[in-house]
Protein backbone atom coordinates (compact mmCIF):
# COMPACT_ATOMS: atom_id res chain seq x y z
CA UNK A 1 0.00 0.00 0.00
CA UNK A 2 2.74 2.49 1.07
CA UNK A 3 4.78 1.25 -2.22
CA UNK A 4 1.70 2.45 -4.58
CA UNK A 5 1.11 6.06 -2.41
CA UNK A 6 4.81 6.72 -3.20
CA UNK A 7 3.72 6.24 -7.29
CA UNK A 8 1.17 8.24 -6.79
CA UNK A 9 2.97 10.83 -4.93
CA UNK A 10 5.78 10.60 -7.14
CA UNK A 11 3.62 10.79 -10.64
CA UNK A 12 1.57 13.69 -8.96
CA UNK A 13 5.04 15.43 -8.44
CA UNK A 14 5.82 14.87 -12.33
CA UNK A 15 2.51 15.80 -13.00
CA UNK A 16 3.19 19.20 -11.43
CA UNK A 17 6.25 19.47 -12.77
CA UNK A 18 5.73 18.69 -15.87
CA UNK A 19 2.88 21.49 -15.74
CA UNK A 20 5.06 24.75 -14.57
CA UNK A 21 7.49 23.50 -17.31
CA UNK A 22 5.03 23.84 -19.89
CA UNK A 23 3.79 27.26 -18.52
CA UNK A 24 7.05 28.72 -18.26
CA UNK A 25 7.80 27.59 -21.42
CA UNK A 26 4.87 29.11 -22.79
CA UNK A 27 5.65 32.15 -21.31
CA UNK A 28 8.69 32.71 -22.62
CA UNK A 29 7.64 31.87 -25.58
CA UNK A 30 5.59 34.50 -25.62
CA UNK A 31 7.67 36.83 -24.56
CA UNK A 32 10.25 35.94 -27.08
CA UNK A 33 7.15 36.35 -29.92
CA UNK A 34 6.08 40.28 -28.96
CA UNK A 35 9.75 41.55 -29.40
CA UNK A 36 9.53 40.10 -32.85
CA UNK A 37 6.21 40.56 -33.47
CA UNK A 38 7.31 44.70 -32.50
CA UNK A 39 10.16 44.39 -35.32
CA UNK A 40 8.11 43.66 -37.64
CA UNK A 41 5.05 45.72 -37.27
CA UNK A 42 7.95 48.79 -36.87
CA UNK A 43 9.13 47.29 -40.30
CA UNK A 44 5.77 47.88 -41.54
CA UNK A 45 5.35 51.11 -40.01
CA UNK A 46 8.93 52.80 -40.99
CA UNK A 47 8.31 51.23 -44.72
CA UNK A 48 5.44 53.00 -45.26
CA UNK A 49 6.37 56.53 -43.54
CA UNK A 50 9.48 56.29 -46.29
CA UNK A 51 6.95 55.40 -49.46
CA UNK A 52 4.85 59.04 -47.94
CA UNK A 53 8.41 60.54 -48.34
CA UNK A 54 9.22 59.39 -51.49
CA UNK A 55 5.80 60.15 -53.15
CA UNK A 56 6.45 63.52 -51.64
CA UNK A 57 9.31 63.45 -53.53
CA UNK A 58 8.72 62.81 -56.91
CA UNK A 59 5.94 65.02 -56.37
CA UNK A 60 8.39 68.31 -56.58
CA UNK A 61 10.95 66.30 -59.16
CA UNK A 62 7.45 65.54 -61.50
CA UNK A 63 5.89 69.11 -61.51
CA UNK A 64 2.99 67.66 -59.15
CA UNK A 65 3.33 64.23 -60.49
CA UNK A 66 4.40 60.81 -59.37
CA UNK A 67 3.41 57.98 -61.30
CA UNK A 68 5.20 58.09 -64.92
CA UNK A 69 4.54 61.61 -66.55
CA UNK A 70 2.34 61.95 -69.90
CA UNK A 71 5.22 61.71 -72.98
CA UNK A 72 3.46 64.99 -73.99
CA UNK A 73 3.71 66.65 -71.33
CA UNK A 74 6.79 65.69 -70.10
CA UNK A 75 10.35 67.17 -71.08
CA UNK A 76 12.55 64.03 -72.07
CA UNK A 77 9.63 61.79 -69.38
CA UNK A 78 11.21 63.59 -66.73
CA UNK A 79 10.16 67.09 -66.02
CA UNK A 80 6.57 68.21 -66.27
CA UNK A 81 4.96 71.09 -68.16
CA UNK A 82 2.89 73.88 -65.78
CA UNK A 83 1.42 74.54 -69.35
CA UNK A 84 0.81 72.67 -72.64
CA UNK A 85 -0.93 73.00 -75.54
CA UNK A 86 -2.14 76.73 -74.18
CA UNK A 87 -3.52 75.16 -71.46
CA UNK A 88 -2.70 74.51 -67.59
CA UNK A 89 -2.02 71.20 -66.34
CA UNK A 90 -0.83 71.37 -63.01
CA UNK A 91 -2.46 69.03 -61.09
CA UNK A 92 -5.03 69.93 -58.17
CA UNK A 93 -4.84 69.19 -54.86
CA UNK A 94 -7.02 66.21 -54.96
CA UNK A 95 -5.34 64.72 -57.81
CA UNK A 96 -2.38 64.48 -55.85
CA UNK A 97 -4.19 63.78 -52.58
CA UNK A 98 -5.58 60.54 -54.86
CA UNK A 99 -1.92 59.50 -56.28
CA UNK A 100 -0.50 60.07 -52.97
CA UNK A 101 -3.03 57.35 -50.95
CA UNK A 102 -2.57 54.84 -54.59
CA UNK A 103 1.42 54.88 -53.75
CA UNK A 104 1.04 54.55 -50.28
CA UNK A 105 -1.26 51.95 -50.01
CA UNK A 106 0.11 49.90 -53.41
CA UNK A 107 3.73 50.31 -51.26
CA UNK A 108 2.49 49.32 -47.92
CA UNK A 109 1.24 46.11 -49.11
CA UNK A 110 4.73 45.87 -50.57
CA UNK A 111 6.06 46.28 -47.66
CA UNK A 112 3.98 44.14 -45.72
CA UNK A 113 5.85 40.81 -47.92
CA UNK A 114 8.77 41.60 -46.04
CA UNK A 115 7.69 41.11 -42.88
CA UNK A 116 4.70 39.59 -42.42
CA UNK A 117 2.30 36.83 -44.36
CA UNK A 118 -0.06 39.38 -45.90
CA UNK A 119 -1.50 43.31 -45.26
CA UNK A 120 -5.50 44.77 -45.34
CA UNK A 121 -5.80 48.11 -46.04
CA UNK A 122 -8.71 49.24 -43.78
CA UNK A 123 -7.86 53.37 -44.59
CA UNK A 124 -5.25 55.38 -46.36
CA UNK A 125 -6.14 58.78 -45.96
CA UNK A 126 -3.84 61.56 -47.15
CA UNK A 127 -4.46 65.40 -47.08
CA UNK A 128 -2.77 68.49 -49.12
CA UNK A 129 -3.47 71.37 -46.87
CA UNK A 130 -1.82 74.71 -47.72
CA UNK A 131 0.89 74.59 -44.71
CA UNK A 132 1.52 70.68 -44.33
CA UNK A 133 1.36 67.30 -46.12
CA UNK A 134 0.16 64.69 -43.86
CA UNK A 135 -0.51 60.64 -44.32
CA UNK A 136 -2.67 58.77 -41.82
CA UNK A 137 -3.21 54.98 -42.32
CA UNK A 138 -4.73 51.73 -40.47
CA UNK A 139 -4.28 48.37 -41.62
CA UNK A 140 -4.30 44.53 -40.16
CA UNK A 141 -1.33 42.62 -40.92
CA UNK A 142 -1.55 38.45 -40.74
CA UNK A 143 1.17 36.58 -39.31
CA UNK A 144 0.10 32.69 -39.91
CA UNK A 145 -3.72 32.56 -38.58
CA UNK A 146 -2.88 35.84 -36.60
CA UNK A 147 -3.97 39.04 -37.09
CA UNK A 148 -2.81 42.72 -35.54
CA UNK A 149 -4.13 45.55 -36.21
CA UNK A 150 -1.45 48.84 -36.35
CA UNK A 151 -1.29 52.37 -37.48
CA UNK A 152 1.04 55.60 -38.29
CA UNK A 153 1.03 58.69 -39.07
CA UNK A 154 3.92 60.87 -40.68
CA UNK A 155 3.37 64.92 -40.59
CA UNK A 156 5.70 67.15 -43.05
CA UNK A 157 6.58 70.32 -43.08
CA UNK A 158 5.56 70.81 -46.69
CA UNK A 159 3.47 73.65 -47.66
CA UNK A 160 2.43 71.49 -50.77
CA UNK A 161 -1.09 73.00 -51.74
CA UNK A 162 0.30 76.29 -51.53
CA UNK A 163 3.03 75.63 -53.85
CA UNK A 164 0.47 73.90 -56.16
CA UNK A 165 -1.63 76.95 -55.98
CA UNK A 166 1.24 79.15 -56.61
CA UNK A 167 2.66 77.59 -59.53
CA UNK A 168 -0.87 77.41 -60.75
CA UNK A 169 -1.39 81.03 -60.71
CA UNK A 170 1.86 81.73 -62.36
CA UNK A 171 1.35 79.47 -65.04
CA UNK A 172 -2.04 81.06 -65.79
CA UNK A 173 -0.56 84.29 -65.57
CA UNK A 174 2.02 83.74 -68.03
CA UNK A 175 -0.06 81.83 -70.70
CA UNK A 176 -2.31 85.17 -70.41
CA UNK A 177 0.88 87.04 -71.02
CA UNK A 178 0.48 89.27 -68.13
CA UNK A 179 3.58 89.50 -65.56
CA UNK A 180 3.65 88.29 -61.97
CA UNK A 181 6.68 87.04 -59.63
CA UNK A 182 6.48 84.11 -57.33
CA UNK A 183 7.06 86.06 -54.22
CA UNK A 184 10.65 85.88 -53.00
CA UNK A 185 9.86 86.13 -49.25
CA UNK A 186 8.24 82.74 -49.88
CA UNK A 187 10.39 81.44 -52.56
CA UNK A 188 13.53 81.17 -54.57
CA UNK A 189 13.16 80.57 -58.13
CA UNK A 190 16.14 79.35 -60.26
CA UNK A 191 15.23 79.11 -64.52
CA UNK A 192 17.26 76.92 -66.53
CA UNK A 193 16.88 77.28 -70.36
CA UNK A 194 16.65 72.87 -71.47
CA UNK A 195 16.64 73.97 -75.21
CA UNK A 196 15.18 77.01 -77.40
CA UNK A 197 11.95 75.30 -76.67
CA UNK A 198 11.98 74.80 -72.67
CA UNK A 199 12.34 76.98 -69.86
CA UNK A 200 12.92 74.54 -66.34
CA UNK A 201 11.83 76.56 -63.27
CA UNK A 202 13.32 75.03 -59.81
CA UNK A 203 10.93 76.25 -57.10
CA UNK A 204 12.34 76.42 -53.51
CA UNK A 205 10.26 76.74 -50.29
CA UNK A 206 12.58 77.99 -47.85
CA UNK A 207 9.16 77.20 -45.48
CA UNK A 208 8.91 73.19 -46.32
CA UNK A 209 11.49 71.23 -45.22
CA UNK A 210 11.93 67.28 -45.32
CA UNK A 211 14.29 65.45 -43.97
CA UNK A 212 16.08 67.82 -43.24
CA UNK A 213 16.43 69.51 -46.63
CA UNK A 214 14.47 72.56 -48.43
CA UNK A 215 11.48 71.43 -50.58
CA UNK A 216 12.04 71.79 -54.26
CA UNK A 217 9.33 71.74 -57.07
CA UNK A 218 10.39 71.73 -60.45
CA UNK A 219 7.84 72.87 -63.40
CA UNK A 220 8.66 73.73 -67.35
CA UNK A 221 6.71 76.53 -69.25
CA UNK A 222 7.38 76.41 -73.10
CA UNK A 223 9.30 79.06 -74.26
CA UNK A 224 6.21 79.87 -76.74
CA UNK A 225 4.43 81.07 -73.30
CA UNK A 226 6.17 84.34 -72.50
CA UNK A 227 7.26 85.05 -69.02
CA UNK A 228 5.28 88.24 -69.31
CA UNK A 229 3.98 90.58 -72.46
CA UNK A 230 6.78 91.95 -73.21
CA UNK A 231 8.70 88.40 -73.70
CA UNK A 232 11.57 89.53 -71.26
CA UNK A 233 13.52 86.41 -69.36
CA UNK A 234 16.25 86.83 -67.59
CA UNK A 235 18.36 83.36 -66.82
CA UNK A 236 18.94 82.35 -62.89
CA UNK A 237 22.10 80.72 -61.41
CA UNK A 238 23.85 79.51 -59.23
CA UNK A 239 28.20 78.98 -59.38
CA UNK A 240 30.92 78.79 -56.43
CA UNK A 241 33.93 81.05 -56.56
CA UNK A 242 36.78 81.94 -55.29
CA UNK A 243 38.33 85.06 -53.59
CA UNK A 244 40.65 86.78 -56.34
CA UNK A 245 39.55 84.96 -59.37
CA UNK A 246 37.76 86.35 -61.87
CA UNK A 247 34.25 85.42 -62.66
CA UNK A 248 32.81 86.52 -65.87
CA UNK A 249 29.34 85.13 -67.52
CA UNK A 250 26.91 86.06 -70.46
CA UNK A 251 23.67 85.64 -69.43
CA UNK A 252 20.78 84.01 -71.37
CA UNK A 253 17.85 86.17 -71.57
CA UNK A 254 15.41 86.79 -74.24
CA UNK A 255 14.21 90.47 -75.11
CA UNK A 256 15.31 93.54 -77.40
CA UNK A 257 17.19 96.93 -76.57
CA UNK A 258 17.42 95.55 -72.94
CA UNK A 259 18.96 97.75 -69.53
CA UNK A 260 20.39 95.40 -66.78
CA UNK A 261 20.48 96.49 -63.45
CA UNK A 262 22.48 94.17 -60.39
CA UNK A 263 20.99 95.19 -57.09
CA UNK A 264 24.39 95.12 -55.48
CA UNK A 265 27.43 97.64 -55.44
CA UNK A 266 29.55 94.38 -56.07
CA UNK A 267 29.30 94.72 -60.00
CA UNK A 268 27.35 95.79 -62.55
CA UNK A 269 25.61 94.12 -65.27
CA UNK A 270 27.36 95.02 -68.89
CA UNK A 271 25.35 94.16 -72.05
CA UNK A 272 23.79 91.41 -70.03
CA UNK A 273 27.59 89.85 -69.17
CA UNK A 274 28.15 89.45 -65.24
CA UNK A 275 32.48 90.67 -64.72
CA UNK A 276 33.13 90.00 -61.31
CA UNK A 277 35.98 89.29 -58.78
CA UNK A 278 35.24 88.35 -55.43
CA UNK A 279 37.00 90.13 -52.86
CA UNK A 280 35.91 88.37 -49.85
CA UNK A 281 34.38 85.22 -48.87
CA UNK A 282 30.76 84.61 -48.45
CA UNK A 283 27.35 84.12 -49.64
CA UNK A 284 26.09 86.98 -52.47
CA UNK A 285 22.52 86.55 -53.65
CA UNK A 286 21.87 89.03 -56.25
CA UNK A 287 18.89 90.47 -58.15
CA UNK A 288 19.41 91.12 -61.93
CA UNK A 289 16.49 93.27 -63.27
CA UNK A 290 16.40 93.82 -67.17
CA UNK A 291 14.14 96.81 -68.85
CA UNK A 292 12.73 97.40 -72.19
CA UNK A 293 12.64 101.14 -73.09
CA UNK A 294 8.95 100.91 -72.51
CA UNK A 295 10.01 99.76 -68.67
CA UNK A 296 8.70 96.21 -68.81
CA UNK A 297 10.88 94.45 -66.96
CA UNK A 298 11.71 90.67 -65.73
CA UNK A 299 14.56 89.09 -62.94
CA UNK A 300 16.66 86.67 -62.50
CA UNK A 301 18.58 86.11 -59.27
CA UNK A 302 22.60 85.28 -59.67
CA UNK A 303 23.61 83.21 -56.42
CA UNK A 304 27.09 82.97 -55.11
CA UNK A 305 29.09 81.16 -52.81
CA UNK A 306 32.53 82.49 -52.22
CA UNK A 307 35.45 80.66 -50.51
Not at 35 to 52: R, V, Y
Not at 114 to 129: C, K, T
Request: glycine letters at 8%; a negative charge; one cysteine or more.
Amino acid sequence: MKGQLTIFVVLGILIVLAMAGFILYGTKSTNNAAPEFTLQMNGIKDCAQAASTSALLSIGLQGGRIYPINSEWSFSGKYGYAVFNDSVIVPSRSNVEMDMETFVGTSLKLCGKNYVDSVNLNIINISVDDNVTWVKGEYVAFIGEKSFSGSFVKKYDVRLGYILDSVKTYAYNSLNRSFIVLSPADFEVYSIRLNKDAILFRLSDLKSVIDGNVYEFDFILPDNVKINGSGIFVESLKRNLTVGERFYHKLNYTGTNLTFDAITTEFDVVNGSVDWTPRFPGNYSVKIVARNSNEDFSSGFLEFNVQ
